[in-house]
């Protein structure tokens, strides 16, 4: 029997002498039994590994360096607090990413505050809440941000769109020119002066280039370009760095990429980056229950579980890939489809997967689910969101309850 993939499961996961997966030290299946399924369980430790690797990685070569969480990966108090016990910074995309950061235990100081549309009341919440760092996006939100109470105080950086185009799925790339995301090269100097007529303190630049992405040399360009602009005491290259979603993807080492990142930065500037994904993509996994099994002859077997395009959109939203098992007979060679349960014919979360002999009442499990599940969960069909649990030394913890019907009815008027 093939035992989890280190590359695509949660770090220390195993077979224990039952067959059956184990992480954090809790078997699965009795995952499944105590808290229902569908489920996101993390293995705690894990992420903890991940944000040391980073911090480790710029400790060995600069001074200093700012590590920033970019939370809309796995937008949770449990999560950040590890992160912020780890020394990382937290950056956010919405009032609602800032509310949890805050309640986190994220240092205001320390949150850097993104997005391409910010409201006014977002932007006030911010300014409110005491934000260090608010990278503006557009000729609109500079002039929006300097009339807000407190804007004249206010540390901005300036999102640059640098024309860079990494391999990766369209709806992922971000640094092309032709994106909804910041100035083009060719508005930066105007930009810079709007800034600076607006009273507000221009600290840095940023950059997003997109996410998934394998390619160093990528980020290496990605550093020129924005050195090349001007001298700033802050330098933020974003995030992106890909992970394992299947058994055969070898995405760079957290060391490389560094490596590559600071190769472009100029001496005495400060780097910045903002992993999401690498930190906690691999650290999670969602249990399933096999509810039916449907073998057309000629054609294929579909496995039906009992979530889907709810607690996972993104094979519907990007093509992306997974891999999926048995939770007590891995390595299986039945080739199989695994079907969402919603009512849409696109509700599928595996299109190839391989599985021992499914039938209904297994616990199924698929890895690499620890990044953009949970954060972007919805009720469609109106079903009642997973629970998230994390696992750490054979204990596990509830630290987002399962959903409720009545609170689908919690907002109704």
């Known amino acids: 029997m093939a035992g989890p993939s280190g590359h695509v499961f949660p770090l220390g996961s195993r077979l224990n002498e039952a067959g059956r997966l184990e992480i954090g030290g809790c078997d699965v299946i009795e995952l499944a039994r105590e808290f229902g399924t569908p489920a996101y369980v993390y293995a705690e430790d894990d992420i903890r590994t991940r944000a040391r690797a980073y911090m480790d990685a710029f400790r060995a070569r600069v001074d200093r360096f700012e590590v920033i969480y970019a939370s809309k990966a796995f937008p949770c108090t449990a999560a950040e607090r590890i992160l912020v016990e780890e020394g990382l910074a937290c950056d956010v995309a919405s009032g609602g990413e800032l509310h949890i950061a805050l309640a986190a235990g994220f240092d205001p100081v320390r949150i850097y505050m993104h997005g391409n549309n910010k409201t006014p009341a977002e932007l006030d919440y911010a300014l409110q809440a005491g934000v260090g760092q608010i990278v503006v996006d557009s000729f609109d ?196 489809r695994i079907a969402g349960m919603h009512c849409e014919s696109g509700d599928i979360l595996v299109r190839q997967a391989k599985l021992d002999d499914p039938r209904a009442g297994d616990v199924l499990v698929i890895p690499a689910t620890g990044a953009y599940g949970h954060a972007m969960a919805n009720n469609y069909n109106a079903v009642p969101r997973p629970p998230v649990v994390f696992c750490r030394d054979g204990d596990a913890r509830v630290v987002v309850r399962r959903e409720t019907y009545d609170d689908l009815l919690a907002r109704d008027a």
């Open 141 to 336: 939100e500079i002039d929006r941000l300097a009339t807000l109470p407190g804007a004249r105080t206010q540390r901005v950086m300036l999102r640059v769109t640098p024309g860079i185009k990494p391999e990766t799925h369209q709806n992922i790339q971000t640094g092309q020119e032709d994106s909804k995301f910041g100035f083009g090269l060719a508005d930066v100097g105007a930009a810079i002066e709007r800034v600076g007529a607006a009273g507000l303190e221009l600290v840095g630049l940023h950059a997003h280039i997109g996410s998934q992405i394998f390619e160093l040399d990528v980020f290496e360009r990605l550093a020129e370009v924005l050195s090349g602009i001007g001298d700033y005491p802050l330098l933020n290259l974003g995030g992106g760095l890909g992970i394992s979603y299947t058994a055969d993807q070898r995405p760079p080492s957290v060391e490389d990429y560094v490596e590559t990142l600071l190769a472009g930065v100029p001496t005495g500037v400060v780097p910045l980056i903002e992993p999401g994904r690498s930190l906690v993509g691999n650290a999670g996994v969602t249990l399933y229950t096999v509810g039916t099994v449907k073998r057309i002859p000629g054609v294929r077997t579909y496995v039906s579980v009992d979530g889907g395009m709810s607690d996972n959109l993104r094979p519907m939203l990007y093509d992306a890939v997974y891999e999926a098992e048995i939770a007590d007979r891995f390595g299986g060679q039945a080739k199989c």
